[in-house]
């Protein structure tokens, strides 16, 4: 059965899109299937410190990607635009100047809001108003913005990961790192990244080279990603170690650490929201890939001075795995 030939040839849909929700993608995919084109554009002044305009285009660009969508095109910040809260007729003019001054043309405008009829007909255009009631998606940008966690399910996982806050555990060898990580995870009803670097170590019989070591660092940063689009998740994932400790550990056992693995432990600085140390006060737990107590003490020292050389903040827990998801509970939720 043939496609019905599309209704306008080419569709304009502006907004914040702070943040891209299933609402707007109600609206972007309306018009994709309705239209030959279809041009988005992203603005707001001010512009959102915590979800740029470059950011926001980026979730659309990847919600709808070019080969799937080829009649999709974002359009780029523009200079000057008017306050939000400024007269819609200033916002109008100024819409149609910089849309001239790009050589587009829209002969339909997509929106959800009651400025639709007005903007279309600064544009010479038609005005296609999608759920404007928010009956098929109850939800809007304002209501996102005042609790993101509280409304995430109207969120792609793509854009929700940008909220989510990574929690990493530090600690030396047998010092309960992946336990609490787990039970941190089902404490808070959400998701977390494993210690990857056991994995490569078991496989290579804990023969590493400098190579590995950023194997490592690479594969727990991907892991820590997953976790963070993962289904279930929810404000935080707690994630067991970091490449800064990786990179201590390849200069324990190789001597030496890639420039890469360098980069990495320098970006944990500002990659993750809370940083707690496990102290080691635990009996230690030899399972056979591990060194003993002594070595335990000193792989210890070289974590607080790693976190001091950085700057970076921390607090310790200690006690059982319950007593220190408490802690760790308290510090989140102040």
């Known amino acids: 059965m043939p496609e019905s030939a ?4 080419h569709a304009l849909v502006v907004g914040k899109f702070a943040p891209f929700h299933k609402g707007h993608r109600l609206l972007l995919e309306r018009a994709l299937a309705e239209c030959e084109r279809v041009s988005v554009w992203v603005y707001s002044r001010p512009d959102f410190a915590g979800m740029p305009s470059p950011l926001r285009r980026n979730w659309i660009r990847e919600l709808f990607p070019t080969r799937l969508f080829p009649g999709l095109e974002l359009l780029p910040d523009a200079p000057n635009p008017p306050p939000n809260d400024g007269p819609d007729a200033v916002h109008r003019a100024y819409v ?3 849309l001239d001054g790009w050589g587009v043309h829209p002969d339909a405008v997509y929106t959800s809001e009651g400025y639709g009829d ?4 600064e544009l010479g255009a038609a005005h296609v108003c999608v759920d404007r009631a928010r009956e098929i998606v109850p939800i809007s940008g304002t209501q ?4 993101i966690h509280a409304y995430r399910q109207f969120l792609d996982p793509a854009v929700y990961a940008h909220f989510v806050g990574r929690v990493v555990l530090l600690g030396a060898e047998s010092t309960g790192k992946s336990t609490l990580t787990r039970a941190l995870a089902e404490s808070f009803g959400t998701t977390y990244a494993r210690e990857y670097g056991r994995d490569v170590y078991e496989r290579e019989d804990g023969r590493l080279s ?8 690479l594969g727990h940063r991907a892991l820590e990603d997953e976790a963070a689009r993962t289904p279930g998740v929810h404000r935080w994932v707690f994630c067991d ?3 800064a400790t990786t990179l201590m550990w390849s200069y324990l ?3 030496t650490a890639l420039p890469e693995l360098h980069a990495l432990a320098d970006a944990c600085r500002a990659r993750y929201v809370h940083t707690f140390l496990c102290n080691d006060d635990l009996a230690h737990e030899q399972d056979g890939w591990r060194a003993n107590t002594a070595v335990r003490t000193v792989q210890q020292g070289f974590i607080r001075q790693e976190l001091g050389t950085r700057g970076i903040g921390f607090q310790e827990v200690r006690g059982s795995v319950s007593a220190r998801v408490e802690q760790v509970r308290a510090a989140l939720e102040v």
């Open 118 to 121: 007005a903007l279309a007909a």
């Open 144 to 147: 996102l913005r005042a609790d």
């Open 210 to 217: 400098p190579e590995h070591f950023l194997e490592i660092a």
């Open 6 to 9: 599309p209704q306008f040839r």
């Open 253 to 255: 056992l190789t001597g």
């Open 96 to 98: 149609r100047r910089v």
């Open 241 to 243: 170690t970091n490449a």
